[in-house]
């Protein structure tokens, strides 16, 4: 059974920095990529970045290139989300996805498994 756990989220100042984490486990994930997505409160969720398995392919959304960065650590089945200068509007649940295959997607319906999330809170 996969299992994707976040972790890292909490409160911080804008213009600060936070490291999610995303652990994996259940299943051998070399023919997986995962993403990062988002949900603001009243908003629709929103795709963040994707990287695949061997971290050789990523993608993130063009709003947030510069501020963040995904990467992956297959020894330890973890993925990371680096978010630098963050400001307000990130405020979200993120939550960490799998999907099979290793092509990174952007759409949220591509993905098969979903961790629960961790909320980041950023104050003005």
């Known amino acids: 059974q996969v299992q994707l756990v976040e972790s890292g989220g909490g409160l911080v100042q804008a213009g600060g920095s936070l490291r999610l984490s995303c652990a994996a486990s259940?299943?051998?994930?070399?023919?997986?990529?995962m993403g990062w997505f988002r949900q603001a409160p009243g908003k629709e969720r929103e795709f963040v970045a994707a990287?695949?398995?061997?971290?050789?392919?990523?993608n993130y959304a063009d709003s947030l290139k510069g501020r963040f960065t995904i990467s992956i650590d297959n020894a330890k089945n973890t993925v990371y989300l680096q978010m630098n200068r963050l400001k307000p509007e990130d405020t979200a649940v993120y939550y960490c996805?799998?999907?099979?295959?290793?092509?990174?997607?952007?759409?949220?319906?591509?993905?098969?498994?979903w961790g629960r999330g961790t909320q980041v809170t950023v104050s003005s």
């Open positions: 259940g299943r051998t994930f070399s023919n997986y990529a």
């Open positions: 990287i695949s398995w061997s971290g050789d392919s990523t």
């Open positions: 996805a799998a999907k099979w295959g290793t092509v990174v997607r952007t759409r949220g319906y591509d993905y098969d498994y």
